[in-house]
């Protein structure tokens, strides 16, 4: 009896620790897994509740929850934890300093307090200078390709116009088959005497007129300098392109500048802006001789059309004369045109057309 009694203590005995071991177990597990959750929690972004995940619900959480440590407990390690998280990485750090850098540039503090004067002026004079050559270069360009294109429909009108004159500077060969045939004629009529004893040469009596000799003159000259235009608007171009490639080149802002205004000094000492101009002044000339030798010809021809073209050609070049003068008593005139800006250069200007003024200007 005794021994079966000693039986039944053994078993109650081993169930018991049994118990004790699965509850011990259990709590270890949930302290592990509360461990976890804690990790978990300091990982997460700002800005997220710091409620941690939902626990499992029944009795077994809470007889346990009592054992395990609550995040309270923890507050060295999480916030040691959210320390590091709330320090900014390097790629947030540098997106905050290319943002200062852009209000920076746009800004006007760095150049009223950071750069001395010497800096500050030659700032200036570049920000000047782009300004002035860009117009400046726009302007010319613009001149250039108009007498290129100009020039180019000239020249062929002007070519077919020479063209068309071109017997006129050598004899007619139907003279002479004229003549000949002639000669023949009066031989088989029996006129011998008439005929002659030589055959007919008209062109050992030909000469050229003295009016066609002056009127292809004039032709050709019109044609020549309209070409000389093209060709000068063509080195028009380059010098424009060289100056604006090599205005700068290399070195600080300094020697930038120094050189920049070396190169638009040469374009003052050398007369550039009244040479460029020449070019349509050349153009202008080609236009009148043409009308000239277009006029007379028809005067040869035709008088009653040559009237019209004349009365063209004047009216052309007195209306084209008054606005030169014009410009040149008025700076403030716009008609301005290519010559007067020669003639002001070299220094035609409203006291030689009005000597009378005694250098009192118009407004005066």
């Known amino acids: 009896m005794s021994q079966v ?107 009223k307090s950071g750069k ?29 390709d108009i007498v290129l294109i100009f020039s180019g429909l000239f020249s062929a009108v002007s070519t077919s116009f020479i063209v068309a004159m071109e017997p006129n500077l050598s004899p007619d060969p139907g003279d002479t088959t004229n003549a000949l045939l002639k000669q023949l004629v009066q031989i088989g009529l029996g006129n011998l005497a008439e005929a002659g004893s030589t055959p007919a040469d008209p062109t050992s009596t030909w000469s050229l007129s003295a009016p066609t000799l002056w009127i292809q003159t004039i032709a050709y000259a019109s044609l020549s300098m309209s070409l000389l235009a093209a060709f000068g608007a063509v080195l028009g171009k380059q010098w424009l392109g060289y100056y604006k490639s090599n205005r700068y080149g290399r070195g600080s802002q300094e020697e930038r500048g120094k050189r920049r205004q070396e190169k638009f000094d040469g374009l003052i000492t050398w007369y ?42 004047v009216f052309g070049f007195l209306f084209y004369s008054l606005t030169v003068m014009a410009c040149l008593i ?35």
Not at 51 to 65: E, V
Not at 116 to 139: C, I, N, P, Q, T
Not at 340 to 350: G, H, K, M
């Open 116 to 144: 001395d004067k010497r800096s500050r002026f030659w700032g200036v004079y570049k920000r000047v200078a782009e300004e002035h050559d860009s117009e400046f270069l726009e302007r010319y360009a613009t001149d250039m």
């Open 272 to 313: 550039f802006d009244a040479v460029v101009q020449s070019f349509p002044v050349l153009l202008q000339i080609s236009l009148l001789l043409f009308g000239i030798a277009l006029s007379a010809n028809l005067w040869y021809e035709q008088a009653s059309i040559a009237w019209v073209i004349i009365g063209t050609t």
């Open 330 to 364: 008025s700076p403030a005139c716009p008609f301005q045109t290519p010559i007067s800006t020669i003639l002001r250069v070299l220094r035609v200007d409203s006291k030689i057309i009005s000597p009378n003024s005694g250098g009192r200007s118009p407004s005066e």
């Open 5 to 111: 009694s000693a039986t039944d203590d053994a078993e109650d005995q081993r169930t018991h620790n049994d118990e004790q071991l699965l509850s011990q177990n259990d709590v270890v597990g949930l302290i592990e897994e509360e461990k976890i959750n804690v990790e978990l929690l300091a990982e997460l972004p700002l800005g997220i509740s710091n409620a941690g995940p939902s626990q499992p619900a029944g009795p077994l959480t809470q007889q346990s929850t009592s054992n395990v440590p609550l995040v309270e407990d923890l507050t060295p390690e999480v916030a040691k934890l959210e320390a590091e998280n709330d320090e900014p990485t390097l790629s947030e750090l540098a997106n905050v300093m290319k943002q200062v850098l852009d209000v920076l540039q746009d800004s006007t503090i760095a150049s």
